[in-house]
Every structure is written in structure tokens, then in C-alpha cells.
């Protein structure tokens, strides 16, 4: 007999996947629409209402393409890569709560994995551009971990603040000990922490003004040049489906998770969650990119030393 607990948990993966792979596509529809508005142009519309069909035509157009694998690059790694960006989006969504009721695994020390396997990306871009055989994917490779190993130091203080604050590590006590209303939420309580939280969150999913190791005007494509099909399909879905864990981390931790009136919990989560992913786009059809010594500076220089401030702030208080 299965375990019951095994059970939930596999039917959890097969949900989150279905969920990541309609989120995908609807987010697509969404960026190139709001790219359109910004830049005072339509965007899709030619195929369906309103071009609401063209992500679809889109993915098939990806499923359709032949995998290729360039010439003197290393098949195993070059495969593996965005299997590893992948899979590891779906283990970061289990202890998410979306609801007091609505969680896939729960666990006292939540935070801890995802921040763990949210490591496995930036490992599958540098296999990316280390198997391609590529002198542009290599440099992207190096610019991501070079990025993700500075930015995921301020994030990781900023997260550990609002540990401090709860005294839990565990996503739902974090978010049940938060009100339904926005001047009980941990953003208003300890601010500092929720904007380097999201300039952070910006620098680890590699978007704007933070997309160096893919900058088109420089790497031609970075880390995923020698790509094709669902090769590239793939780095793009987990570049989406990272927006959605590092957005519902933020509900959770800053934005009060599913509390709210009038309304089903789930109902309030997403919209939070999804309030932060059309603001991260609204950002990268705004700002221009900067370059890769503003990026790390403003790491350096700024943020890490803002973040440990915040943190000593927060213990006093708390001890106080």
C-alpha cells in the first residue's frame, strides 16, 4: 500500500508541473502584451481574440524544432543543464502555502529547502555554458554565477530578519503570525528587508535590469545561445516558474501569505503573487540593463551592508 503522505506528495509534482506549464503561457501572453502597451504598440493579436492563442502556437512552434547539439560540446552536460534549470523549480513550490489548508508538504525548516534547491539553477547555467562549446555561453555562465553567488547573500540576510521577527523558519507559521490587513504585514513592519528581498529576487531570476548573463546585446543569447526547441523551452519555463517561487516567498514572508478579507485564502495569495510577478515585469520594459560592475557594486557596496544593518535593527528589536 502507498503511503498516503508519498501520495499527496506525487500528486502535488504532477500539479505544480501542469500549473508551471499553464503559468508559463499565460505569463508570455502577459509580458508581450504589457511590452506592447509600454512601447505603445498592441503586442499579439493576430492569432486568436486579442492574440491570446500565440504562446500556445509558440510552444508548439518550440516542440516542433530538431534538438541539436553544437559540434565539440559535451552531449551529457550540455542535456543535462536544462533539465537541472527545471526540476528543481517543481521541489521549490512544495512547502509554499497558498492556503492555511493548501500545502503540498509541510515542513518546520521550509525556507531551508527552497533556498537550497533554488542553488541547483545557477549550477545548471553554468553547466550551460561550460557543454555548449561556446566563447558567448561561457561568458554568460560566468557573469550568472558571479551574479547569483553575490546577490544570494543580501537575500538570504533579508530572509533571515523576518526568521528573526517570527521565530520560525516554517512558511506557514510565518504567514499565519501576519494580519489580514496590509499594516500587519511584515513589508510595512520591516521594509528595508522587503526591498532588498525583491532587488535580490530580480538579480537571482536573471531579469531586468539584472538579465546580464543572457544580455542579447552583448552574448547574443549568454548561457542558452547553442539552444534549440525544448532545450531553450525549458530554460524559459524556469525562468517563469522561479518568478512564481520567488514571488510566493514574498507573499509569505512580507505581504501577509494568504491572509486577507472576504475572500478565500488561495484567492489573496495569488493575487499578491502575481501583483509582484506583473510589477517584476512592468520593471524589465521600463529600466535599461545595467552593466555587470554596476550590478556587482550595487551588491557590494550597497545591499550587503544595508542588510546587516537591517539585520542588527531587527535582533535589537526583537531582544528589546
Known amino acids: 500500500m502507498i503511503d498516503p503522505q508519498l501520495l499527496r506528495i506525487l500528486v502535488a509534482l504532477v500539479g505544480i508541473l501542469v500549473f508551471v506549464a499553464l503559468n508559463a503561457l499565460a505569463l508570455v501572453y502577459a509580458e508581450r502584451k ?13 492569432v486568436g481574440p486579442h492574440g491570446i492563442l500565440q504562446p500556445l502556437v509558440d510552444g508548439l512552434k518550440l516542440m516542433g ?21 527545471f526540476m528543481p523549480v517543481a521541489l521549490c513550490m512544495l512547502p509554499i502555502p497558498f492556503g492555511p489548508n493548501l500545502v503540498a508538504l509541510k515542513l518546520d525548516l521550509g525556507i531551508v529547502l527552497i533556498l537550497a534547491f533554488a542553488g541547483f539553477g545557477v549550477l545548471s547555467l553554468c553547466l ?31 530572509v533571515l530578519s523576518v526568521a528573526f521577527m517570527t521565530g520560525s523558519l516554517d512558511l506557514a507559521t510565518i504567514s499565519a503570525g501576519q494580519g489580514a490587513l496590509p499594516w500587519q504585514w511584515n513589508a510595512l513592519v520591516n521594509p528595508l528587508g522587503f526591498i532588498i528581498y525583491f532587488i535580490c529576487a530580480l538579480a537571482e531570476t536573471n531579469r531586468a535590469p539584472f538579465d546580464l ?31 512564481v517561487v520567488v514571488c510566493s516567498v514574498a507573499t509569505v514572508l512580507f505581504l501577509g501569505g494568504w491572509n486577507g478579507p472576504f475572500a478565500p485564502g488561495w484567492w489573496w495569495f495569488l493575487l499578491k503573487m502575481y501583483a509582484l510577478i506583473f510589477l517584476i515585469i512592468q520593471i524589465r520594459w521600463t529600466y535599461p540593463r545595467v ?7 550595487l551588491c557590494w557596496r550597497w545591499l550587503v551592508p544595508l542588510a546587516l544593518l537591517n539585520l542588527v535593527y531587527v535582533t535589537i528589536i526583537v531582544k528589546l
Open 291 to 297: 552593466r555587470f560592475d554596476q550590478l556587482l557594486n
Open 128 to 158: 550551460a555554458g561550460w557543454g555548449s562549446n561556446n566563447k558567448w555561453s561561457l561568458l554568460g555562465a560566468a557573469r550568472s554565477v558571479a551574479q547569483n553567488v553575490a546577490y544570494e547573500i543580501p537575500l538570504l540576510l533579508s
Open 34 to 46: 504589457i511590452a506592447g502597451h509600454v512601447q505603445r504598440r498592441p503586442g499579439p493579436y493576430e
Open 65 to 85: 524544432k530538431q534538438l541539436t547539439t553544437p559540434k565539440d560540446a559535451d552531449p551529457v552536460i550540455f542535456w543535462l543543464a536544462p533539465i537541472m534549470c
Open 213 to 243: 548573463p543572457e544580455a542579447e546585446s552583448e552574448l547574443t543569447a549568454g548561457f542558452h545561445t547553442e539552444y534549440s526547441g525544448m532545450g531553450f523551452g525549458l530554460f524559459f519555463m524556469a525562468e517563469y516558474a522561479n518568478m
